[in-house]
Nanobody, 121 residues
Framework: QVQLVESGGGLVQAGGSLRLSCAAS????????MGWYRQGPGQQRELVAI???????NYAHSVKGRFTISRDNAKNTVSLQMNDLKPDDTAVYFC???????????????WGQGTRVTVSL
């Protein structure tokens, strides 16, 4: 069974920084993309940042220049460094991994349980 466990959320003042981390564990063949999504109050879940197995990245326009996503393929982890946080960044942040549990198995999205980030004025 595959599990994604996030850590690093919390309360921070506007302009501050937080670092989110996510570790994938269990039995799987390979991880393709890993990413972070967020869901603010009354909003739909949205992509924040995504990183491919080769290191290519993509960011939501609202976080470009402030957030940096990185991954360690050897440790099956993905991190999100968030700088210059704004109240609009307040949300529950979810880790995502697209992976195969076996070489001939389909590509499936797995999700963490979410970690809350609150940015105060």
């Amino acid at each position: 069974q595959v599990q994604l466990v996030e850590s690093g959320g919390g309360l921070v003042q506007a302009g501050g920084s937080l670092r989110l981390s996510c570790a994938a564990s269990g039995t799987f063949d390979s991880i393709y993309a890993m990413g972070w999504y967020r869901q603010g109050p009354g909003q739909q879940r949205e992509l924040v940042a995504i990183i491919g197995s080769g290191g290519g990245t993509n960011y939501a326009h609202s976080v470009k220049g402030r957030f940096t996503i990185s991954r360690d393929n050897a440790k099956n982890t993905v991190s999100l460094q968030m700088n210059d946080l704004k109240p609009d960044d307040t949300a529950v942040y979810f880790c995502n991994a697209a992976l195969r549990t076996g070489w001939n198995e389909p590509l499936i999205d797995y999700w963490g349980q979410g970690t809350r980030v609150t940015v105060s004025l």
